[in-house]
C-alpha cells in the first residue's frame, strides 16, 4: 500500500517561478525522500530530509518536514524547462526499511 | 559500470510467455530492490535482497513472480505465464548499505514490459 500522497497530481508553471509540492504519510518514519524521473527513465534522489530535521536545502530546492501533521514540502525555485519531470516522496517508515513511494506530482515547466 | 544497469530496456512478449529481466548494480552495494511501475503511477515494491540474508518477497504479486540475486552481484527477476497486467516498468535499485535508513537508492532506467 502507499505510504506517501503527492499533492497536487499536476502543476504547470512558467518558467523562473517556483513550483510547490506536498507529500503526506501515514505512520511515522525513520526519512523521507524526494526523486525526480524525467519521463522514460530511472528516479534520481534529489534530497532526504530525516525524522529530527525540520527543514533541508540542496541549491535551487527547499524540502521542509512536519512530523506532528505527517506531511513534507518540495519547493523548487526559479524553476527552468529542465525542472520538468514527475516528483516522487518516499518514505521509510520506522519499523522497516522498505522505501514506500506515493503516485507522485508531474511538473510541467513551460518556456 | 557506474550506475545500475538493466536489460532489457523494452521487453514485448506474447500472453502466456515467460520473461526474464536483469539487474547489474552499482559494485559493492549490498542491497538491491525491485520495483514495479504501472503507466502514471507510483513504485510498487516487489522484493529486498541484503547481502547474503534471506531476501522480503512480501511484494511479489502472485507466485508467477520470483527473484534471484547471486552474493551481491547480479539479480534476475522473472515473471512466468505473462499476463496483460504485468505490463509495466520493472526498476531495479542499489544501495550501499543498510538503506534507505542511512541513504538514498541508486535507480537503473527500467525494464519496460509489454504483454501483448
Known amino acids: 500500500s502507499q505510504q506517501g500522497e503527492e499533492d497536487p497530481q499536476a502543476l504547470s508553471i512558467q518558467e523562473g517561478e517556483n513550483a510547490t509540492m506536498n507529500c503526506s504519510y501515514k505512520?511515522?518514519?525513520?526519512?523521507l525522500q524526494w526523486y525526480r524521473q524525467n519521463s522514460g527513465r530511472g528516479l534520481v534522489h534529489l534530497i532526504l530530509?530525516?525524522?529530527?530535521?525540520r527543514e533541508k536545502h540542496s541549491g535551487r530546492l527547499r524540502v521542509t518536514l512536519d512530523t506532528s501533521k505527517k506531511s513534507s514540502s518540495l519547493l523548487i525555485t526559479a524553476s527552468r524547462a529542465a525542472d520538468t519531470a514527475s516528483y516522487f516522496c518516499?518514505?521509510?517508515?520506522?519499523?522497516?526499511?522498505?522505501?514506500?513511494f506515493g503516485a507522485g506530482t508531474t511538473v510541467t515547466v513551460r518556456a | 559500470g557506474a550506475g545500475v544497469s538493466q536489460s532489457p530496456s523494452n521487453k514485448v512478449t506474447e500472453k502466456g510467455k515467460d520473461v526474464e529481466l536483469r539487474c547489474d548494480p552499482i559494485?559493492?552495494?549490498?542491497?538491491l530492490y525491485w520495483y514495479r511501475q504501472r503507466l502514471g503511477q507510483g513504485l510498487e515494491f516487489l522484493i529486498y535482497?541484503?547481502?547474503?540474508?534471506?531476501?522480503?518477497k512480501s511484494g511479489l504479486p502472485s507466485d508467477r513472480f520470483s527473484a534471484e540475486r547471486t552474493g551481491e552481484s547480479v539479480s534476475t527477476l522473472t515473471i512466468q505465464r505473462t499476463q496483460q497486467e504485468d505490463s509495466a516498468v520493472y526498476l531495479c535499485?542499489?544501495?550501499?548499505?543498510?538503506?534507505?535508513?542511512?541513504?538514498?537508492?541508486?535507480f537503473g532506467e527500467g525494464s519496460r514490459l509489454t504483454v501483448l
Open positions: 530530509i530525516r525524522s529530527n530535521e
Open positions: 535482497f541484503q547481502g547474503n540474508s534471506a531476501p522480503d
Open positions: 559494485s559493492g552495494h549490498t542491497a
Open positions: 535499485a542499489s544501495s550501499p548499505g543498510l538503506a534507505p535508513n542511512t541513504g538514498e537508492l541508486f
Open positions: 505512520t511515522s518514519i525513520n526519512n
Open positions: 518516499a518514505t521509510v517508515p520506522g519499523y522497516d526499511y522498505k522505501l514506500s
